[in-house]
Antibody
Framework: EVQLVESGGGLVQPGGSLRLSCAASGFTFSDYSMSWVRQPPGKGLEWISYIRGSSSTIYYADSVKGRFTISRDNTKNSLFLEMNSLRAEDTAVYYC????????WGQGTLVTVSS | QAVLTQPSSLSASPGASASLTCTLRSGINVGTSTIYWYQQKPGSPPQYLLRYKSDSDKQQGSGVPSRFSGSKDASANAGILLISGLQSEDEADYYCMIWHSSAVVFGGGTKLTVL
């Protein structure tokens, strides 16, 4: 059974940094691309970033380009999102999702950017 | 103009069918696009329902009932999620998604009420 478990969320001040993790199990992690998708409270879904299984291809949404960095460690079946220069509008539940079609999602981790 | 436009809400009766539309911005051809659909219930992450490009290129999500199906309306440049035999448990938010220019775009979501 595919399992994706996000961690690392919390309260951070504007301008601060946070590192999210997504632990994957139940599939051959290195064979699959992964993405981060976020959802502000009460709002819709927003894709953030994508990384191919080999890390050879990475894409970002314009809203986070230059501030967020996606990475993965296939030896540890883990996906990461380094978030810098955080803003109030980055407040959201952050999900990791498997494959280009997002066929599996984690439960999400809440990031709150507030002073 | 948004890349993907979904009606914000839709109501239908139990046992009836509901047709949820996802209209692509002018200039993006629905005929060559793969449309992904997700269901999200309150307090839960999105769940993958299906993807649809054509009748010969489609995929149902694991465990997703066959009463959920995809199609396209080329004249409206739209993807369609058809839910037949509506049940109370189908009440949820539904999101469409496409890959466009090396980025993922979600529609704003449709809140389906079954009453």
């Amino acid at each position: 059974e595919v399992q994706l478990v996000e961690s690392g969320g919390g309260l951070v001040q504007p301008g601060g940094s946070l590192r999210l993790s997504c632990a994957a199990s139940g599939f051959t992690f290195s064979d699959y691309s992964m993405s981060w998708v976020r959802q502000p409270p009460g709002k819709g879904l927003e894709w953030i970033s994508y990384i191919r299984g080999s890390s050879s291809t990475i894409y970002y949404a314009d809203s986070v380009k230059g501030r967020f960095t996606i990475s993965r460690d296939n030896t540890k079946n883990s996906l990461f999102l380094e978030m810098n220069s955080l803003r109030a509008e980055d407040t959201a539940v952050y999900y990791c999702a498997k494959e280009g079609g997002f066929d599996n999602w984690g439960q999400g981790t809440l990031v709150t950017v507030s002073s | 103009q948004a890349v993907l436009t979904q009606p914000s809400s839709l109501s239908a009766s139990p046992g009836a069918s509901a047709s949820l539309t996802c209209t692509l911005r002018s200039g993006i051809n629905v005929g060559t696009s793969t449309i992904y659909w997700y269901q999200q219930k309150p307090g839960s992450p999105p769940q993958y329902l299906l993807r649809y490009k054509s009748d010969s290129d489609k995929q149902q999500g694991s465990g997703v009932p066959s009463r959920f199906s995809g199609s396209k309306d080329a004249s409206a440049n739209a993807g369609i999620l058809l839910i037949s035999g509506l049940q109370s448990e189908d009440e949820a938010d539904y999101y469409c998604m496409i890959w466009h220019s090396s980025a993922v775009v979600f529609g704003g979501g449709t809140k389906l009420t079954v009453l």
